[in-house]
């Protein structure tokens, strides 16, 4: 593990390059902006590392998640939203096996859908949603956790799309974050899971039209997301077939194990 | 939700019809033996239903698993080894559908690597393992649970193939039973997970060169699972576009989002 | 376990009796409005047995919890609110065993600071609140529960005091419902826990000053949790001293136990 | 927060004063011999901080726990055997109350039985045992974990005391540790909860009569459970009335409550 944790932000990079409106909230793309605040959100956390910061978009090749740039990465960040069918399952497979084996991934937003986050969780992953330029409020409910560090007992988003419950995914291990939406709403909005030896978070807020991510308590979540979703191993996949660490008691199978089972009455 | 539950035993029935010391033990198949085993075994849980049990094996037009079998069942149980890669991605692809739904499934022994376990895990699924003739002896770590009712505290299998952690799984959100082995080894043996509505239950023995599922506990413990299994509901999977419960205030985004944005300082 | 569910309601039964308005809404006390509501409640749970109902309340001798009652008690009911000191530690200590064996407890409303919760948890369980006649919406987060069976996606009550987050609570092992309020907070609603061989759920509303308890969802709520907290087992408190299943290895002590640790060098 | 964690070793301190066999294997106290281990062994943890070590014993006066050295600790580490009762409820009351407030909490051992870990419990924290100079071998099973750091896949301690499930204990937040017994039980021994804002980790190895706590990896365990366990907030219980977030909607309750019941028809 280096000294510094290697983090990628990647972004589908699509909303931005199409749409003016959204392009004027992320000139250079959500994958830049959230890069730049996770340059510059210090954190408040005890023994808080600093980042080596880089990004990925869709349509570089091989998603810009080639094998030796994953290889080197400690936390990866996930935004997509309507080309997630576009992520070529190898990639996939590639992200799942590092996350599996300790990199930290951390989900964003629409990214509920991706395909490396229903991998993951092995569920639909579906939600109730609307975009109605609506108020969410999201309410810290383990202020001691990592990821609420720094955080106020709650924080507003002025204007969000809604993420409605029920939430197709496994009990998280831990819930940090409830949403409550001014239209009569509320959801699991940072969600704690382990696979493998790797750590992801989803966290919900972030709709492309909202400028979300220049939010600070935003900016601060996902920065402390980060260096709790640090890998603390690095453990490849194994499946070894091992001696034993006692001596066994001799066996009496000479007459077979049909024997034994005869001897038990089960057959005849 | 019909009145009686109806079951599947799937099984990959490869090493019954090629090995004759195998077919000794399970002569017609070990689906056929766990079937009558579950006829035959009363639950003692109270308000236990009446099994309504068929068979499924690899080799059968689609697996043995067409949708509309799928459709009607209630509870899958899974065994296989040495052909998980022949199971056909679309049919492994249904049965997680239906789990998410509310099906239950049960996975047994090695089928710790089959396709539809490690789906719906998101994980490796691997462990440690040796054929050595060892003695496995059962703890029972929650006798409250319905898994466990009418067990001892432990109980002892006299040949089994040892599985040893650390096995490559999400923490199970029940954790049942626990193996010892002779060999110096340690598992968990009994885990429950919830996954979308339906729940997934993985049971460590029954290697096939044993006798295992002759065993009056080992019956009795699949046939609690497949009691704690069945589904409680049914519901498709969904992700609809939902109108407010609520009155929304009325919004000023007249001067749009980049206002907003503007506005905040947060660009130029 | 008899066949019917020995259930007694607890209450405080005070503010029943002091305040015309609250025993406008609950001429015979909450509790008497509880069980009728429990015994003409039919569960829409597959195998849901029938009810046994008694009530019990503080000014009663051992506030109506002898130790022949409790020792017949399946599954008990609590709600308590502004003499939760009145409550003698041996009835709670009383109650706590039972549990630990087995029984089942359902925790209403300001019942979260009742002794006997405090003691389960071993936290606090703390909240905000604020009684502002106020809407409460209730969402089903896990619709497969036996909890949420025969609910629809959320239900209303019109007005309800508010409890907020953060819930000072061990993290349930299953989140049932969360409450959305008009105020503006959320809170995890229906929770569940395992205790020993007991099951505890907590479950939210229930003011004294609005007619909660007449509400048909609330009363669903109350009588699929008296079907899942039923015991599944009573099993008393031991701790055994026991023989070894396994033949020990001969140990060489002889030279005692300082020996080994100077063999080891750890002291001299 | 200051830079340092402070830590106190509390010890009943009683084997060691009247056993000699006892004493020759620590013979200043456990408390003694943990925090000198405390000292010299460099936790394997990224951003590990120093620690600040002091010592506490059954008979100082109060137990050494004053209000003011508790109010200064981070993390606590608690054994206790034959004198359990003798601790007095005060100072039990008040290390509940620093725990909930955020300070770590390891109980080694005998300390099962402690009267602080059984508060933060809710349980009985029963389990078998027997002293046969038996080896344990303590398995990994959450080899990512931070306490787990720097610990091979298992070790062993040649002689010790057996501890056997059921541990009658709430299921653990996180499972780091499993334990193998040469007389064939099993056991989890290394269990991490949440209670409040305050993490407690059990610890099973630490019969007085061995040289445990002079082992190497049992040493790595508590000092990489001491970094894990020191507080991340501190946050003293609080049970506010709040005011709205939100503006309510103007009710209509000039008709009492009772009129609104009378509304639904649910009372006459």
Redesign the interface.
């Given at each position: 593990?280096s000294e510094k944790i290697s983090v990628i932000v990647w972004n589908e990079y699509r909303h931005e390059q199409e749409n003016p409106?959204i392009a004027?909230?992320y000139?250079t793309g959500m994958h830049a902006t959230l890069a730049a605040a996770l340059r510059e959100t210090a954190s408040p956390l005890?023994?808080?590392?600093a980042l080596d910061l880089g990004t990925a978009t869709l349509d570089e090749p091989e998603h810009g998640l080639s094998a030796a740039r994953l290889d080197a990465c400690d936390v990866l960040l996930w935004w997509g939203h309507k080309a997630h069918a576009e992520v070529s399952d190898a990639v996939v497979e590639r992200v799942?096996r590092r996350v599996?084996e300790?990199m930290g991934l951390i989900v964003l937003h629409s990214g509920h859908?991706s395909k490396i986050f229903r991998?993951?969780?092995?569920?639909?992953c579906?939600?109730?949603?609307?975009e109605?330029?609506?108020?969410e409020?999201l309410?810290?409910?383990?202020?001691?956790?990592?990821i609420a560090?720094g955080l106020p007992?709650?924080f507003e988003l002025?204007?969000e799309e809604?993420y409605?419950?029920?939430f197709?995914i496994?009990?998280p291990?831990?819930?940090v974050l409830?949403?409550?939406?001014?239209?009569?709403?509320?959801f699991?909005s940072g969600c704690c899971?382990?696979?493998?030896?790797?750590r992801v978070f989803y966290f919900r807020p972030g709709h492309e039209?909202?400028?979300t991510y220049?939010d600070a308590n935003v900016q601060r979540v996902i920065a402390n997301a980060v260096q709790w979703a640090?890998?603390?191993?690095r453990?490849a996949?194994?499946?070894?077939?091992?001696?034993?660490?006692?001596a066994?008691?001799p066996?009496s199978?000479s007459f077979?194990?049909?024997g034994?089972?005869q001897e038990?009455g089960?057959?005849a």
């Open positions: 593990m409106a004027a909230i000139p005890p023994g808080a590392r799942q599996l300790g859908f991998r993951l969780m092995g569920t639909h579906s939600l109730k949603w609307r109605a330029d609506e108020k409020r309410w810290v409910v383990e202020p001691s956790h990592p560090a007992e709650h002025p204007y809604m409605g419950e029920r197709d496994p009990t291990d831990e819930l409830l949403s409550w939406f001014e239209g009569g709403e509320l699991r899971w382990q696979r493998g030896h790797g039209a909202y400028p220049h640090a890998p603390r191993v453990l996949d194994r499946c070894p077939n091992t001696a034993p660490l006692e066994l008691s066996k199978l077979g194990r049909v034994m089972l038990q089960d057959i």
